[in-house]
């Protein structure tokens, strides 16, 4: 089981930078889960973002995102980072760290997801 709280989101201007912050904390061994970013609009589902398959793993990002978006880990803090570039107001969600539902698992969708975040909000404006 891994608890996570995420931080950084905010208000930024179209074209502007955010970073996203991501503390895990748990009994098991952090590093060998799977943690990732999801974000969810007003009135839409909750859509992937970009995920690290492991830490010192691959990374995957969703297609609105490639580019833009980088997704980083931290071991000794037990961070994981979503730093956004180039922002765009369809970028506006609420942003939600994941770790996979076991060790080792792949994040491709939600249904990989054992843990979520409380959500952090990011506003951009036009």
């Known amino acids: 089981q891994v608890q996570l709280v995420e931080s950084g989101g905010g208000l930024v201007q179209a074209g502007g930078s955010l970073r996203l912050s991501c503390l895990a904390s748990g009994r098991t061994f952090i590093s060998t889960y799977a943690m990732g970013w999801f974000r969810q609009a007003p009135g839409k589902e909750r859509e992937f973002v970009a995920a690290?398959?492991?830490?010192?793993?691959?990374?995957s990002y969703a297609d609105s995102v490639k580019g833009r978006f980088t997704i980083s880990r931290v071991n000794a803090k037990n961070t994981m980072y979503l730093q956004m570039n180039s922002l765009k107001p369809e970028d506006t969600a609420v942003y939600y760290c994941?770790?996979?539902?076991?060790?080792?698992?792949?994040?491709?969708?939600?249904?990989?997801?054992?843990?979520w975040g409380q959500g952090t909000q990011v506003t951009v404006s036009s």
């Open positions: 690290n398959i492991w830490s010192g793993g691959s990374t």
């Open positions: 994941a770790a996979a539902e076991r060790p080792w698992r792949v994040i491709n969708s939600a249904v990989d997801v054992g843990s």
